[in-house]
């Protein structure tokens, strides 16, 4: 089992930036595919990036490609997600996640899930 931890949130104007960092207790954090999403009020969650359990495969949908960089460091048991020129449609709560096997797109797969940080961009 293993209990994530997000942090980094908060408001930032539109083509700012944010880094997120997700917290993962438990000495088998390499061993877990880890995604980042996002729901905003009144939409579904949605995935902003995977990356695989040795780093070497990411996955973005395109409408954060190019913009949002995922990366982890299983030495400290921390998986990363940079934003860069933030529009005001990416305000919502930024979710980690972890699921063993490959990574997936959809949330269904991923069994461990943290509290949440709002990230809130102004025009």
């Known amino acids: 089992q293993v209990q994530l931890v997000e942090s980094g949130g908060g408001l930032v104007q539109a083509g700012g930036s944010l880094r997120l960092s997700c917290a993962a207790s438990g000495r088998t954090f390499s061993s877990y595919t880890m995604g980042w999403f996002r729901q905003a009020p009144g939409k579904e969650r949605e995935s902003v990036g995977a990356?695989?359990?040795?780093?070497?495969?990411?996955y973005y949908p395109d409408s954060v490609k190019g913009r949002f960089t995922i990366s982890r460091d299983n030495a400290k048991n921390t998986v990363y997600l940079q934003m860069n020129s933030l529009k005001p449609e990416d305000t919502a709560v930024y979710y980690c996640?972890?699921?063993?096997?490959?990574?997936?797109?959809?949330?269904?797969?991923?069994?461990?899930w943290g509290q949440g940080t709002q990230v809130t961009v102004s025009s």
């Open positions: 996640a972890a699921k063993s096997g490959g990574v997936a797109s959809r949330p269904d797969p991923y069994d461990y």
């Open positions: 990356i695989s359990r040795s780093g070497g495969y990411t």
